[in-house]
């Protein structure tokens, strides 16, 4: 698999995030809308993909945490205990 074509919302981005979504994801495939199918045919060759790949909304991330830092009175006890 190269490519998954999917449905794009009017932001473009992917309207659902399946297996088959994610798999190409890991695999690296290209993943696009079908106005690159369209846009193809009417071309009559393979069109660059990257106007038409999905975009991702920075809702679809996973969370992260911050970084922190121990409490000084907590590093401190735990230097008195060694």
Same mark, same amino acid.
Not at 4 to 32: E, I, Q
Not at 67 to 80: C, I, K, N, R
């Given at each position: 698999?190269?490519?998954?074509?999917?449905? =794009?919302? *009017?932001? @473009?981005?992917?309207? $659902?995030?399946?297996?088959?979504?994610?798999?190409?994801? !890991?695999?690296?495939?290209? +993943?696009?809308?079908?106005?690159?199918?369209?846009?193809?045919?009417?071309?009559?060759? =393979?069109? *660059?993909? @990257?106007?038409?790949? $999905?975009?991702?909304?920075?809702?679809?991330?996973?969370? !992260?945490?911050?970084?922190? +830092?121990?409490?000084?009175?907590?590093?401190?006890?735990?230097?008195?205990?060694?």
């Amino acid at each position: 698999m190269s490519h998954l074509v999917v449905k =794009l919302g *009017p932001d @473009g981005v992917a309207a $659902a995030r399946t297996v088959k979504y994610l798999r190409a994801v !890991v695999l690296g495939c290209w +993943v696009v809308g079908m106005e690159w199918v369209e846009a193809c045919l009417a071309a009559g060759r =393979l069109v *660059p993909e @990257g106007p038409y790949e $999905a975009k991702v909304s920075h809702f679809q991330l996973l969370p !992260v945490e911050p970084y922190t +830092v121990p409490l000084e009175s907590w590093q401190g006890t735990a230097d008195a205990s060694a």
